[in-house]
């Protein structure tokens, strides 16, 4: 399964990626989690401490990687520069490994936001349609609310692309964008998870508003979750409930992907 998951900032998509990523390694699966989200908090909810998770340096940072697997310094705009980099030793090279996951942290192009094609983003590129077209682990991807390290020929070939939503007009309209995103980059399934649900109000709203994309589940507002994060520890270990619902969720992603 290759699982990439998107939403507004703080509705819950990194407590969801670490879940998912627990739940499959329990299976005995090898799993890729990688944060591809600037403002990096996997690890924590991996349940990684902070010291350990200093030493997990972003992979945009890696001037000295980025150059060697480029031929061009990072950072560097224009020039030569190699399109298709070598990538497939970096996940056993560079990932944190945890319980039968391994951890890569993306880190942001600098240039990425003025649209060039600079080093950093060729390897970050490169190293993301590796995972999801060639590797044969389970790949689970926390991105951000855009989607900008997909590109056409990636984005299609991930099994369950996934926004999770907060009752809230702003958390609907980052959906709607999203999924207007995904269609042109040619995302074949688009999913909606609700999170942070307090009740059927809260989750008729979001029914109200997510238009024809499928909702495929609900994660009810937790207390433990939030518990968790203060602690620094992994919702997995704190909040049954959640885990159960994100495994029942699990369960609903893989009937789908199966039935096609």
């Known amino acids: 399964m290759k699982i990439a998951i998107t939403g507004k900032g703080g509705v819950g998509k990194t407590t969801l990626a670490s879940l998912l990523s627990h739940l499959y390694a329990a299976e005995g699966k ?53 399109l298709n980099p070598k990538v497939d030793d970096l996940p056993e090279d560079i990932g944190y490994r945890l319980n039968g996951i391994t951890l890569l942290i993306m880190g942001k192009s600098k240039a990425a936001a003025s649209g ?11 190293l993301l349609k590796h995972l999801i077209v060639e590797r044969s682990e389970v790949v689970i991807i926390d991105m951000e609310a855009g989607i900008e390290h997909l590109t056409r020929g990636t984005a299609d070939s991930v099994d369950a692309f996934i926004v999770v939503v907060e009752p809230g007009q702003r958390s609907m309209q ?12 040619g995302v074949k399934k688009v999913f909606i998870v609700a999170n942070k649900v307090r009740g059927s109000e809260d ?25 968790a994060d203060i602690k620094g520890a992994s919702p997995y270990n704190y909040s049954p409930q959640t ?16 039935k096609i």
């Open 30 to 82: 090898r799993v890729i989690a990688v944060d591809a989200d600037p403002d990096a908090n996997l690890a924590s909810a991996l349940g990684i401490s902070r010291k350990e998770a200093e030493k997990v340096k972003p992979i945009a940072d890696m001037a000295e990687l980025i150059e060697e697997r480029t031929g061009a310094k990072a950072g560097s705009m224009g020039g030569i520069f190699k």
């Open 174 to 185: 980052t959906a709607r964008t999203v999924k207007e995103m995904a269609k042109e980059l």
């Open 116 to 126: 060039c094609y600079c080093p950093e983003n060729a390897l970050l590129r490169r």
């Open 243 to 258: 885990v159960s619902e994100v495994k029942e969720l699990k369960e609903k992603i893989e009937k789908d992907f199966y």
């Open 203 to 227: 989750l008729n709203f979001i029914k109200d508003n997510i238009g024809d994309t499928e909702l495929i589940g609900s994660i009810n507002f937790n207390h433990s979750v939030m518990e």
